[in-house]
């Protein structure tokens, strides 16, 4: 089971640390292992969320989610994504992107670095909404029940997530605005990109998230329908626009995965810079790091890790709203990565212990008392 879903992703670590070398010697092997150990560290919360949306899926999808979500992760977020900020920020060509990327790095690096505060506000918004909205439902297992009950509660409000996304954004700016009217005020016009990137950050997770959530609920409503009534669908030849349906429900939550995996790539691209600006290598370490990121969720998928600990998901959309936080704060303070990455690990790690608790607690309490009531004892978490 471990060797056929990792299979790829050790094919793929092998032959990219033997590019590694033939390209630029160990030098260049231990910069590509670094990144690829640094893109896995970051993204673990990814792979835990990713999970939980694609277990709604067939394996026909879950393949498409290896095979062309690996070419979109690897080569259009760490590879095509760095060049084409560069392309924007510069206003220059792509081909001329590509030359500046390979023949002057330290300018390279500058661009990118440049374009830091527009990219982390829309990854940060984006991330943010995912957050919010998963606080603020009403859940029948909580795991931090004296934050998670009340927050409940306010999220009967309306629109309550985009009014909070939008007033963090609103002080992000202002503050971005202020300190540089300080220093000079040579990025005060930074500070309108920042609310733009923001704003579209959030209209992307509202546009994206919504249709995905639209058509899977669709899809719930039509296998009620076609459960109860089967044997006369099947009579009048109403089963395909359910099987249409459920391609529309797939593609839309497939596209969910993609923009948010791209949205989690944000701080492994910005990071890598502190490593090396060699766009090669880059693709390399944080293309491998992605392949595991994928299989890690495919793995959890198969095993039915989220159904056995069922905190875990609670613990990676804490890690979620503390990058969207990291990234906000990125915009104007610099933020070791080592801190990013521990954050999301440290997290997800309690989640799982608290997991591990629960379970030992249902255990015990088997023989003593209806499973009905061991349940509303544990399920709510701490």
């Not at 992000?172 to 930074?190: E, I, L, P, R, Y």
């Not at 521990?342 to 249902?362: E, H, P, Q, Y």
């Amino acid at each position: 089971m471990l060797l056929k879903t990792f299979g790829w992703s050790f094919a793929i670590t092998a032959l990219g640390l033997a590019a590694a070398a033939a390209y630029g010697g160990w030098t260049a092997f231990g910069i590509v292992a670094i990144l690829a150990v640094l893109e896995i560290s970051l993204s673990f919360d990814n792979a835990v969320v990713n999970a939980g949306i694609l277990k709604k899926m067939n394996a026909f999808w879950q393949k498409i989610f290896l095979t062309i979500g690996v070419l979109i992760a690897v080569f259009g977020m760490r590879l095509v994504f760095p060049v084409v900020i560069v392309a924007i920020s510069a206003k220059i060509g792509p081909i001329d992107a590509v030359d500046l990327a390979l023949n002057d790095k330290d300018k390279y690096q500058q661009l990118v670095t440049d374009a830091h505060p527009s990219i982390a506000a829309f990854g940060g918004m984006f991330l943010l909404m995912i957050f919010l909205d998963f606080i603020f439902e009403d859940r029948d297992i909580q795991w931090l029940r004296w934050i998670e009950r009340p927050l409940a509660k306010l999220g009967k409000v309306d629109m309550l997530s985009v009014c909070i996304a939008l007033i963090v954004l609103l002080i992000t700016s202002m503050t971005f605005a202020v300190h540089a009217h300080q220093h000079g005020g040579g990025h005060v016009d930074k500070a309108q990109t920042v609310l733009v990137s923001g704003i579209a950050g959030l209209i992307t997770y509202m546009i994206v998230g919504g249709l995905s959530g639209y058509f899977e609920d669709r899809l719930e409503d039509e296998e009620e329908r076609e459960h109860e009534a089967e044997e006369e669908a099947e009579r009048s030849g109403k089963q395909k626009p359910a099987i249409v349906l459920a391609g529309q429900a797939a593609f839309f939550m497939f596209l969910y995965l993609e923009v948010l995996d791209a949205s989690f790539s944000f701080d492994g691209v910005i990071g890598a810079f502190a490593i090396t600006n060699d766009i090669v290598l880059m693709a390399l370490g944080l293309g491998i790091g992605a392949m595991y990121v994928r299989s890690l969720t495919v793995y959890l998928v198969r095993q039915g890790t989220l159904d056995d600990y069922v905190y875990l998901e609670h613990g990676a959309h804490y890690a979620i709203g503390a990058l969207a936080v990291i990234l906000m704060v990125t915009i104007q303070y610099e933020i070791n990565e080592v801190i990013t990455g521990l954050v999301g690990v440290v997290l997800i790690a309690l989640s799982f212990w608290s997991s591990v608790r629960r379970n030992k607690a249902l255990a015990d309490a088997e023989g003593k008392a209806p499973a009905s009531d061991e349940k509303a004892e544990v399920s709510s978490g701490v």
